[in-house]
């Protein structure tokens, strides 16, 4: 069940949203609670019981940190041990199967059979809800929150279902306070329903349009030029409004039970920089990192090149977290940890901003390119799109993409791209027409109407799951 399913919007959210609206203010935790355990019970009781376990286990083991005498080896020992198995549990379900196929492959290269092997399938946000609970056990260790006594309470935190499949990662202290006292509105409500609509919009209309003709240029044996760079450009929109829009969709179910969640996305696309870039995309898994694995590692301190080693290993690492079934996955991030390292040489030594469209152009230029790696399912893939890139396979039209190729798919995309050129020419229209009862009538009707567009299109064709599900 996602959220872009009849299943959601016409069963699941209407009963839930009642039995939450009626439950007195002290209950409403336990109803969440219990609606977000039915929500991953849905998709797999094994995998409900897994999410269970692991929030005993942080629950637990943060008691029992904030038990241990401050600075005593006891304390760290135990904090490390609850780390260690956190990821271990994220590991075994993440990188199994890739270690498998590998040592296969070394087997067969050497002559002997391969291995007798059944896939492990990766619980839905186990991604999410591990980083999730260590942040709050080094946030407990490290006095940043106090130590949540209720179970309930952190049960709800760590399992709530608008944003642990796919995020943002939120942190305990930006919740614990909500947790305790939070108000449920029609205020709050409309906004979040208005920003949920908003999202289905862009998850429905433009990503999932765009899902087709992704898929069939990333299975071409030899993409022409423009093959290759239709599905470069298409894919580069169709994950981010598929990720923007579930963000967007997970912080308007928050506010509409009356959490707060942070922003995920900054108009990435318009970076200056790969720093930049970094600034705008994925915000929560970016300040996870910085604050959690990159400032542990030592950050900026120790000289130039252990920040560059740090800068790099911390890019390698959130590649490796984005996936277990290729190794593409680590090859993009030490891509762009490379770039980083780059990018902040360049800055030290003093070289000259470059001019602004130059910056922009170049940019996501090297974003597009490494998305490419991202997306596609092995390194052999990967080579061949960057061979169809640069012209190594003739540069004409494919017939299996002009095949494909409809005018809704041009639609979606001028779509998204005119959102994302949209903050460019908002200042300037608000400018021109200050005030206008047009503006903001479009403004209170569109994501009504766009969400009776996707309704209508949800119910005509299969549910499409969210990119980052597999994460």
């Not at 439950?23 to 009781?45: C, Q």
């Not at 999410?51 to 304390?75: F, I, P, Q």
């Not at 490390?80 to 199994?96: E, M, P, Q």
């Not at 003739?394 to 903050?423: E, Y």
Request: aromatic share 14%; net charge positive.
């Amino acid at each position: 069940m996602v959220f872009a399913s009849l299943e959601f919007l016409t069963l699941f959210l209407p009963l839930f949203l009642l039995v939450y609206a009626l439950a007195r203010p002290g209950g409403r935790n336990g109803v969440l609670l219990v609606g977000s355990w039915l929500f991953y019970g849905w998709l797999s009781p094994l995998f409900l019981l897994l999410h269970m376990a692991l929030a005993l286990l942080a629950w637990v083991g943060g008691l029992l940190v904030d038990r241990a005498r401050e600075g005593s080896r006891t304390r760290l020992r135990l904090l490390a041990g609850l780390i260690v198995l956190n990821l271990a549990v994220l590991c075994w379900y993440k990188y199994a199967n890739i270690v498998a196929a590998t040592w296969s492959q070394v087997l067969v290269s050497a002559g002997a059979l391969p291995l007798d092997w059944q896939k492990v399938a990766l619980p839905a946000g186990l991604s999410f809800i591990v980083l999730q609970a260590i942040s709050y056990l080094v946030d407990v260790h490290r006095h940043v929150v106090p130590v949540e006594r209720s179970f309930v309470n952190y049960a709800t935190y760590i399992s709530m279902f608008g944003h642990s499949i796919a995020g943002p990662i939120i942190r305990y202290d930006w919740v614990r306070r909500e947790l305790n006292q939070r108000w449920f509105t029609r205020e709050n409500f409309a906004l979040g329903a208005r920003r949920f609509m908003i999202g289905l919009c862009m998850k429905v209309l433009v990503a999932d349009t765009l899902s087709p003709l992704v898929d069939v240029a990333f299975h071409l044996d030899q993409p022409s030029f423009v093959d290759a760079w239709i599905g470069c450009l298409a894919y580069s929109l169709q994950l981010f409004f598929d990720f923007a829009g579930y963000s967007a969709m997970a912080i308007g179910l928050g506010l509409m039970l009356g959490f707060h969640f942070p922003e995920n996305f900054n108009r990435p696309y318009l970076a200056r920089s790969i720093q930049d870039f970094w600034r705008r995309w994925h915000l929560s898994l970016s300040s996870w990192l910085r604050d959690y694995l990159y400032i542990s590692l030592g950050g900026n301190r120790g000289g130039r090149w252990r920040t560059y080693r740090n800068l790099f290993l911390t890019m390698a690492i959130a590649g490796l977290w984005h996936g277990g079934d290729s190794w593409n996955y680590l090859l993009w991030g030490m891509l762009h940890g490379l770039a980083l390292c780059l990018d902040r040489l360049w800055d030290e030594l003093g070289g000259r901003p470059l001019p602004r469209p130059l910056a922009h152009g170049l940019t996501l230029l090297f974003v597009a390119l490494a998305w490419t790696l991202f997306r596609a399912p092995d390194f052999a893939t990967a080579l061949s799109m960057y061979a169809g890139q640069f012209g190594l396979h003739g540069f004409a039209l494919g017939d299996a993409l002009a095949v494909t190729l409809r005018p809704v798919h041009g639609l979606a995309a001028l779509l998204g791209v005119a959102c994302v050129l949209a903050p460019l020419w908002q200042a300037r229209i608000e400018a021109r027409l200050p005030g206008s009862a047009l503006l903001r009538g479009i403004g209170a009707l569109w994501p009504i109407a766009g969400f009776l567009l996707c309704f209508a299109l949800i119910a005509s064709r299969e549910a499409v799951p969210f990119l980052y599900f597999q994460f």
